[in-house]
């Protein structure tokens, strides 16, 4: 990984927030007492560590996961931990964050290659054919 990389995500985990409440789900006295449950909260268009083309990118994305006011939410209550909790929802966040600014590669169009072609023709020849069987039964 390179230098400019972690400093990026370094900027971009000191911009985030995060909440923690009492985790849903079975688990006893434990989980009435402890908030396990971790709720990041990061606003992409307010980022320092992202430069415009990147935000617009990241919007293009991530634009169904944000709520109205622009702000991405991503909880985590796997664990019974808070600390593990913590650590999952921001390994959560840097994931998509990368996944969001990769580029998609641009397509190679290609050509169908000889058998291809064959195939193709032999398969509208049978049809023809059973096409003209149908006609001359009348």
Known sequence: MRYTENKMKEQLLNEISMNTSRSSGPGGQH????????ELQWE????????????????????HKLTPAGILIITCQESRSQFRNRALVQKKFLE????????PRRRIPTRPGRKAKEKRLQQKKLHSEKKQRRKNDF
């Open 31 to 38: 989980v009435n007492k402890t908030e396990s449950k971790v």
């Open 96 to 103: 998509l964050v990368e996944w969001a600014l990769r580029r």
């Open 44 to 63: 992409p268009a307010a980022s320092e560590a992202l430069n415009e083309s990147q935000k617009k990118l990241l919007l293009e994305k991530l634009g």
